[in-house]
C-alpha cells in the first residue's frame, strides 16, 4: 500500500470519526458544522497509532456512556406496568446507538491492518539488496 493511499484513507477515517464523535456527544449538530474539521491537518502530521488509539478511546467512552444511560432506562422499566414492552424498546435504542459505534470499530480495525500492511512492506523494501541494473 503505498503511503498516499495510507494517508488518505486515515484522513478519511480521521474525518469519519469526528462526525461520529460530534453526533454521540451532541446529536442535535449538524452534518455541516460535524464535517468542519480540516482534512488537511490530519494529513501533515500523520501518526496512525496515535489516532488510532485516540479513535479507539473517543468509541470507548461513548460506548461507556451509551451502556450507562442504558442501565437507567432499564431501572425504570422495572417500575412500569408494561416492564417487557419497555425493556424491548430499550434495547432497540441500545442497538441504534452502539451499531455505529460498531461500525467504526470495524473501519478503525481495517486501517490499523492497512498501516501494519503498509509498514511491514517498507520493512521488507529495506531488507532486500540493491540489485545493479542491467547493462
Not at 462526525?19 to 502530521?45: E, F, K, R, Y
Request: with cysteine; aromatic share 2%; glycine share 2%.
Amino acid at each position: 500500500m503505498n503511503p498516499m493511499r495510507l494517508s488518505c484513507l486515515a484522513a478519511c477515517c480521521a474525518a469519519w470519526g469526528l462526525v461520529g464523535g460530534a453526533h454521540a456527544q451532541n446529536p442535535s449538530a449538524t452534518d455541516a458544522q460535524a464535517m468542519t474539521p480540516s482534512l488537511s491537518a490530519s494529513t501533515q502530521s500523520l501518526d496512525v497509532p496515535a489516532e488510532i488509539a485516540r479513535q479507539r478511546q473517543a468509541v470507548a467512552v461513548s460506548r461507556e456512556a451509551i451502556l450507562k444511560s442504558d442501565e437507567q432506562r432499564q431501572a425504570e422499566c422495572w417500575q412500569k406496568f408494561a416492564v417487557n414492552a419497555c425493556l424491548i424498546e430499550t434495547r432497540r435504542i441500545r442497538r441504534q446507538a452502539l451499531d455505529p459505534l460498531a461500525q467504526q470499530d470495524l473501519v478503525l480495525n481495517a486501517l490499523e491492518r492497512e498501516w501494519r500492511s503498509a509498514q511491514r512492506e517498507q520493512r521488507l523494501l529495506g531488507k532486500q539488496p540493491e540489485t545493479p541494473a542491467a547493462p
